[in-house]
Each structure stands twice: as structure tokens, then as C-alpha cells.
């Protein structure tokens, strides 16, 4: 999915792992967690952090996207960096498709997002 993260961020193609749902989170919790500074009740996805790579390989339907890991265990990841989105900030469905081969497990993928 597309994530829009707001006013200063920009629009970054993420890797869903699912949703959670915190409807009966309190208003202003002043929780901070995820990636969301004052955690708000409602519907949140669950998405791999994700970042440009350098000297990507793009096309006109695909974006190569590097996955922003927290850690490798014998040259495997081992760690995920992930954040929570309000389902409000998917703006546009997107394919990951893993770039199999790579060196570092899971280190970059290719986005199809047709936007």
C-alpha cells in the first residue's frame, strides 16, 4: 500500500502486515509509538518501514524501495523496523514483489503502484 504521512513527509510505497484495531484507545493518549506520535483510537496498519535506495532501477510501473531493517543474524535479517499507519493514510494500493537474489534477505523490493 501507499502510505501519505502527512504535511513534511513524503508519499512511500510500504509492505502491510496487517491492522490493528485500538477503537477504544482513549483521545489525546499521548502514547508514542511506531512511527505515531500521540496514538489516536481507530484502525492502524501494520507496515515495514521502507526508504529510496540509491541507483534504483525503475521503470515506468515499478519503483525499487529499500526495507529499513533493525538488525542480521548471520547475514539474514532478523529484526523489522515497523510502523503504524491510520488506515486514512493508505492513499493507493501497491504490488511488492521481494527482490529474490538480494544479499541481504529482504534488503530492497520492487513496487508496482500504477500512481
Known amino acids: 500500500m501507499v502510505v501519505d504521512w502527512g504535511q513534511g513527509f513524503e508519499k512511500m510505497s510500504s509492505c502491510m502486515w ?10 489525546n493518549s499521548r502514547i508514542n509509538i511506531g512511527g ?4 489516536q483510537p481507530g484502525v492502524h496498519a501494520v507496515v515495514e518501514s521502507s526508504k529510496h535506495v540509491e541507483n534504483p532501477t525503475n521503470t515506468e510501473l515499478i519503483t525499487e524501495i529499500g ?6 543474524s ?6 523489522l523496523v515497523l510502523h503504524l499507519a491510520p488506515v486514512e493514510a493508505s492513499v493507493a494500493p501497491a504490488i511488492m514483489v521481494p527482490n ?9 523490493q520492487k513496487v508496482g503502484t500504477g500512481i
Open 74 to 79: 548471520d547475514g539474514f535479517v532478523s529484526k
Open 36 to 39: 505515531v506520535n500521540d496514538l
Open 100 to 108: 529474490i537474489g538480494e544479499k541481504n534477505n529482504r534488503g530492497s
Open 18 to 27: 496487517g491492522f490493528v484495531g485500538l477503537s477504544k484507545l482513549r483521545r
Open 67 to 72: 526495507i529499513n531493517v533493525g538488525g542480521f
